[in-house]
């Protein structure tokens, strides 16, 4: 089971870009995902979450400009973000809780991350 983020890059100062991470493997089901990222020289923040059943939560400093979304059908979650500062500059993390099977075994609220995309935000 793996997490594969995609999408990151440069971008000017309030521009936009979208992240997608695709979950692959032998997963039963995905409950919660979620982003995360890690600032150079900072410790890594949560930035939004959403529930299996389409519930959102974001961190306070990013509402309004970013939006997370997920297809289920597709095992992917995404990150827009719009009016992009160069304090979003950072390495983006995908995150999912979820249950999977290993070996013939089912493992539940199994936690994975993948491999971070970096995103800059600069003129």
């Known amino acids: 089971v793996q997490l594969q983020a995609s999408g990151g890059g440069l971008v000017q100062p309030g521009g936009s870009l979208r992240l997608s991470c695709a979950a692959s493997?032998?997963?039963?089901?995905?409950?919660?995902m979620a982003w995360y990222r890690q600032a150079p020289g900072k410790e890594r923040e949560l930035v939004a979450v959403?529930?299996?059943?389409?519930?959102?939560n974001y961190a306070d400093s990013l509402k309004g400009r970013f939006t997370i979304s997920r297809d289920n059908a597709k095992n992917t979650v995404y990150l827009q973000m719009n009016s992009l500062k160069p304090e979003d500059t950072a390495v983006y993390y995908c995150n999912a809780d979820m249950n999977v099977v290993r070996g013939g075994v089912n493992y539940y609220n199994k936690d994975y991350w993948g491999q971070g995309t970096l995103v800059t935000v600069s003129s």
């Open positions: 493997g032998s997963i039963i089901s995905i409950n919660t």
């Open positions: 959403i529930t299996s059943a389409g519930s959102t």
